[in-house]
């Protein structure tokens, strides 16, 4: 157990008091001979304390960001503006979430004036956003009966950022696109590769268009092979944050939202959309939408910070046109309950094209239970009003991907979405 300078130093003073008034009282000299050696070494740590301390302490990281389960090394290097110090300790103050894989946080020298000194460690942790900002610092004399303690204030940050894993594509089909070209088709004839319509051949059209079999029937005129245009569009990405939804006991469906949120984000950025992102927990946190990899950074970063926390149902949720126009593409990261099945199809009427991504909570939750006939049960009859939801969702024109965490998200979002290509080609 660690003992504050001055707590020690009042101790020791209480011993001698108490040895020298049970001396004075009993008339027993050897007590007030047991004292003298106390007094002297309280005497010579007085003397000897340190009055202040003026330390300059820079913290230096290998890197600001990490993937989860990647490590950072930490610096520190102090510097002694003022007196010397004769014993002193520096103690790094870690925020929760971050361990020590190597070195230490605490560190113990003799400092001279002027003098710096310097350590290092190594940190991981999990996702999330910490801010390094303090050391404490205790300074004693030889003896370390006297001394002080204080904090001094540092720079430093850390973003342990979510995994991205890397989907080949997400097969979205909005009405609304915007003008630059992209990959989304733009249901609008022009430059492409796929067939869209058959139209008169007009002056300046590649002889390659020439539709030559429906050309040789009308021979009145020429044809010419029409393709789809490939734009770009405008994508929100919503991540439900709610606590009543994600957390269930000491564990919570969130990370893999969260998981979902990153991968779905770069697959969409890497074909040249414009995403943004809206959290939605006890606060409503947006990421204003951009392009590319910077965009990507600010996401990433964004979701790094984000926990989740108490908030009400999506009926209080707003979503600016300024920034997601109508007949946009949403796409919502949510385990979904009952409540939300009327704020999610307003969405639809209100024009946009909505997809849902929903982690499984009646699965998860059941992993997390003992097996019994009960929670058996239990989990046949939530299992089944989830599936009416979803059925209802789905009669809404809302697509939903329903995931089971237990298999990964590139998996099954691959296979549902491309299946969902599929159906939208034999439509037609």
Not at 19 to 36: K, N, P
Not at 66 to 71: I, K, N, R, T
Not at 194 to 211: C, H, K, L, M, T
Request: with cysteine; hydrophobic share 45%.
């Amino acid at each position: 157990m660690n003992v504050s300078p001055l707590r020690r130093a009042l101790l020791v003073a209480a011993l001698a008091y108490l040895l020298i008034l049970v001396g004075l009282a009993l008339a027993r000299g050897i007590l007030l001979v047991m004292a003298l050696p106390i007094l002297v070494y309280l005497l010579v740590g007085l003397a000897g304390a340190p009055s202040g301390a003026d330390l300059e302490i820079v913290r230096t990281l290998s890197a600001g960001r990490l993937w989860a389960g990647e490590e950072a090394e930490v610096t520190l290097t102090v510097t002694n503006r003022g007196a010397a110090l004769e014993r002193v300790q520096f103690e790094d103050v870690l925020p929760a979430g971050l361990e020590v894989t190597a070195g230490s946080l605490c560190h113990l020298v003799s400092l001279p004036a002027g003098e710096s000194t310097r350590w290092t460690y190594r940190v991981r942790g999990r996702r999330g956003y910490y801010a390094l900002r303090q050391v404490r610092v205790t300074a004693t004399e030889a003896l370390g009966a006297f001394g002080l303690e204080t904090s001094v204030q540092t720079e430093g940050q850390l973003f342990v950022l979510p995994p991205v894993l890397r989907l080949r594509r997400v097969d979205i089909r909005p009405r609304r696109t915007r003008v630059y070209s992209g990959t989304i088709p733009a249901r609008q004839g022009g430059p492409g590769v796929e067939f869209f319509d058959v139209r008169a051949y007009q002056s300046g059209d590649s002889p390659r268009q020439i539709n030559w079999r429906l050309t040789a029937r009308h021979p009145e005129g020429l044809f010419a092979d029409q393709y789809e245009q490939e734009r770009v569009v405008d994508v929100g990405i919503i991540l439900d944050g709610r606590l009543r939804t994600n957390d269930f006991g000491d564990r919570s469906i969130f990370e893999h939202s969260v998981l979902a949120a990153a991968a779905l984000a770069d697959a969409f950025l890497a074909v040249g959309n414009r995403v943004g992102m809206l959290f939605y927990g006890h606060h409503i946190h947006w990421t204003i939408p951009g392009y590319g990899k910077v965009q990507g950074e600010r996401i990433l970063h964004d979701l790094s910070r984000l926990d989740a926390a108490e908030a009400q149902v999506f009926q209080e949720l707003y979503i600016p046109r300024r920034l997601f126009p109508a007949f946009s593409q949403l796409v919502v990261i949510t385990p979904l309950t009952g409540d939300d099945f009327a704020p999610l199809v307003e969405l639809r009427w209100r024009g946009y094209s909505v997809l849902v991504i929903s982690p499984d909570p009646v699965a998860f939750e059941l992993q997390g239970l003992a097996p019994s006939p009960a929670a058996e049960l239990a989990g046949r009859i939530a299992h089944m009003q989830r599936q009416v939801l979803i059925r209802r969702l789905r009669g809404a024109g809302i697509h939903v991907v329903d995931w089971d965490v237990a298999q990964p998200f590139e998996q099954v979002a691959r296979r549902a979405l491309e299946r969902r290509q599929i159906m939208l080609r034999g439509v037609r």
